[in-house]
């Protein structure tokens, strides 16, 4: 029996892996999750140390594909996906930063994004099915998932992107693919993108074309997301040690995945969960008291603009809680067990970029925003509570030459650009244009259809 996902409103009933893939949402607005998960054995987990990524990602992801992937199909896409370095790097004591950046886009989204392409891919062609996926893009998705898509047979992929918010290097990544890839500059905010984006899901104009989307609401993209965890344990810690980890964290994706590789038997002692001006979850935490932020607030980590994070409502079904859609609690979680597991601090823009200048001055690392967030709230947990000489690893999410004008603006010099970046800002660039209004968009989404 393929392991089942179930939505965290509880109003439909569970699905396998596939399904959950597929369909994104689950009918009743809630987000699938497996109702328990598969556990490895201390001796499995021990057994990472001595294998390389994509063997250490097959195994924990098979445990959720047996039953509907064949194995050695799955060991072929984790060979082919992660193909980069994941750099650790020791700052002091066994304190590290492990970078996720050196994907194709320089992101950590790339790890989940070129996984879950390759699984959509493979469904849909079983199924004789086509997909458009349409997202929109504050910079980072829009290039792992146009990066991911490209070239994979029966996947259009269309992203929306705000003009004037995104810099040129984020731009190219985007912008230089061509082939089943569209990408569309709208003048307007990030808002207005997402908003448009929104309306097309519920247009019933455009029911009848086969319309997904790739966000963190899929549990295809969480999962892949806990084989980073997996890794860096197997490279840091001694068999059984507990180790801590430090996310920057939006919409709480990539956090989740630290959560699911706890729960799939790794021992963590702390997920430090640290957030922008967006404080709504560090405020939770420490009060019982959940108020989302409407409307997002803008902060240097822009990635990290979220006011009410999109998987919050699987956080909380993990500790016994119901929250839905809207962010409204039905059950509250069980706080005190939340508090042992989690500590989250909320690190503004002057605090950040002090950061990003203290870590360079003392280390000669180079952090940019969204990592500089993660080092920061470690620092904060660490005046509550001692490491006691365990190993602790901070996410560096993003490389800092996708933002060399605010790293240069901060230290005074611009990042080095990784080769994977340099290609692509060198390739010329392909673009259509639309004004933030709903009527051209629903247009341009037919007339790519046609
Ligand atoms: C998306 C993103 C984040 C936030 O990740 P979530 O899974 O949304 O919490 C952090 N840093 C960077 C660079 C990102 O692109």
Redo the contacts with the bound molecule.
């Keep these: 029996m393929p392991l089942l996902f179930h939505s965290t409103n509880r109003q439909s009933p569970g699905v396998d892996l596939r399904e959950a893939f597929l369909r994104g949402q689950a009918p009743d607005r809630g987000l699938y999750f497996p109702e328990t998960f598969p556990v490895l054995a201390p001796e499995e987990i021990a057994a990472f140390a001595d294998l390389p990524y994509a063997e250490i990602a097959f195994r924990v992801l098979s445990r959720y594909t047996d039953g509907i992937l064949p194995a050695e199909v799955l060991s072929g896409f984790c060979r082919e996906a992660y193909d980069f370095d994941i750099p650790l790097e020791t700052v002091y004591d066994r304190v590290v930063v492990m970078r996720l950046d050196q994907g194709p886009t320089a992101?950590?989204?790339d790890f989940a994004a070129r996984m879950m392409a390759r699984l959509m891919g493979r469904f849909l062609h079983e199924d004789g099915r086509q997909l458009t996926i349409l997202t929109a893009t504050s910079g980072?998705?829009g290039a792992a998932v146009a990066h991911a898509f490209h070239n994979i047979p029966g996947i259009r992929v269309i992203v929306l992107f705000p003009l004037a918010e995104v810099s040129l290097s984020q731009r190219k990544l985007m912008t230089t693919l061509s082939g089943n890839v569209r990408t569309v500059a709208v003048d307007g905010k990030f808002d207005d993108c997402q908003a448009m984006v929104k309306q097309a899901f519920a247009d019933p104009a455009l029911s009848a074309l086969p319309l997904s989307s790739a966000n963190?609401i899929n549990i295809g993209r969480l999962l892949p997301q806990s084989v980073y965890y997996f890794y860096a344990a197997s490279r840091l810690a001694r068999p059984g040690e507990p180790i801590v980890f430090s996310v920057?964290?939006?919409?709480?994706?990539?956090?989740m995945g630290a959560m699911v590789a706890k729960r799939m038997g790794l021992p963590v002692r702390k997920i430090v969960t640290s957030v922008n001006d967006n404080d709504a979850f560090p405020k939770f935490l420490a009060t019982g008291h959940y108020e989302k932020i409407v409307p997002s607030r803008n902060s240097v980590s822009n990635?990290?603009n979220?006011g009410h994070p999109s998987n919050l409502a699987r956080l909380v079904a993990l500790y016994g809680g119901r929250m839905d859609e809207t962010g409204r609690i039905h059950q509250m979680p069980d706080l005190a067990a939340m508090r042992r597991d989690l500590f989250s601090s909320s690190v503004s823009d002057d605090r950040t970029r002090d950061t990003i200048r203290e870590v360079w001055n003392r280390y000669q690392l180079l952090l940019e925003c969204?990592g500089a967030v993660g080092w920061r709230g470690f620092q904060d947990w660490q005046a509550t509570e001692p490491l006691d000489g365990l190993p602790a690893v901070i996410l560096e999410?993003?490389n800092p030459a996708k933002f060399p004008e605010e790293i240069e603006q901060t230290i005074g010099f611009a990042p080095d650009v990784p080769p994977a970046m340099t290609a692509a800002l060198q390739l010329p660039e392909n673009f259509d244009r639309l004004g933030a209004d709903y009527e051209s968009f629903r247009q341009y989404v037919i007339q790519a259809h046609a």
């Design positions: 992101s950590f989204k980072d998705t963190s920057p964290s939006g919409n709480f994706g990539d956090m990635a990290m979220v969204h999410t993003a």
